[in-house]
């Protein structure tokens, strides 16, 4: 009974030490997975603001029309970040958000799908799914509805099936296909998305 009694203590201790440590390699994961992301968001979040600059400063020196000055950063992120697709894929998303404010459409989705294409080229689901996103929200809000939707619902749902997923991400995919379906007139839908990305966040 005794003996018995010790095997089943040391069988408890090992498989409860078990546990923890692969609790402990988890959370180790984890950290790893928060510290990478922060280092690409921070290199990011870099880039764009020497970007920005370079564009302000370049629209001080020089009378150049929006639709000049916005060529040229195209002009400079193929020149400064070809060897970095990553890198490319969010600063062309930046800049297809500036011909969006310039009313330029055609331009903004063609960056966008350029976006597109330097996100496949890493291997970073979430950056592909964050691009598509904001192409799906472009699309949606030139009321090209059938490329939008199945765009964001791919999106989505490759988030939803990381391991480690970025709940920022969705939260900002969520909210732009909650917007898009506002403006198909399914209020339903919009709510549903709206308060899912609202618990992400």
């Known amino acids: ?32 997975h928060e510290r990478d992301r922060a280092l690409h968001e921070l290199a990011h979040s870099e880039a764009t603001d020497e ?27 193929d020149r400064q970040f070809a060897s970095d697709p990553g890198l490319r894929a969010r600063l062309l998303l930046t800049l297809a958000n500036l011909y969006v404010d310039a009313m330029e459409a055609n331009k903004a989705e063609a960056l ?21 996103c904001g192409l ?33 991400v969705l939260a ?3 909210t732009a296909r909650s917007m898009v379906s506002m403006l198909r007139g399914d209020a339903d839908a919009a709510l549903a998305d709206a308060q899912s990305a609202l618990a992400s966040l």
């Open 51 to 77: 970007f920005l600059g370079f564009l302000l400063q370049e629209g001080a020196e020089k009378p150049f029309t929006t639709a000049q000055l916005l060529e040229r950063g195209e002009q400079l992120i």
């Open 112 to 132: 966008l799908m350029r976006a597109q294409a330097s996100a496949k080229a890493v291997a970073d689901p979430q950056l592909e799914a964050q691009v598509d």
């Open 1 to 32: 009974v005794a003996i018995a009694a010790l095997l089943v203590g040391t069988i408890t201790e090992a498989d409860r030490a078990a546990r923890e440590a692969q609790r402990a390699e988890s959370e180790a994961r984890q950290a790893h």
């Open 172 to 174: 900002q995919c969520l």
């Open 136 to 168: 799906a929200a472009h699309l949606g809000d030139t009321g090209a509805f059938d490329r939008a939707m199945p765009l964001f619902d791919s999106a989505v749902a490759r988030l939803r099936a990381q391991p480690e997923l970025d709940l920022a």
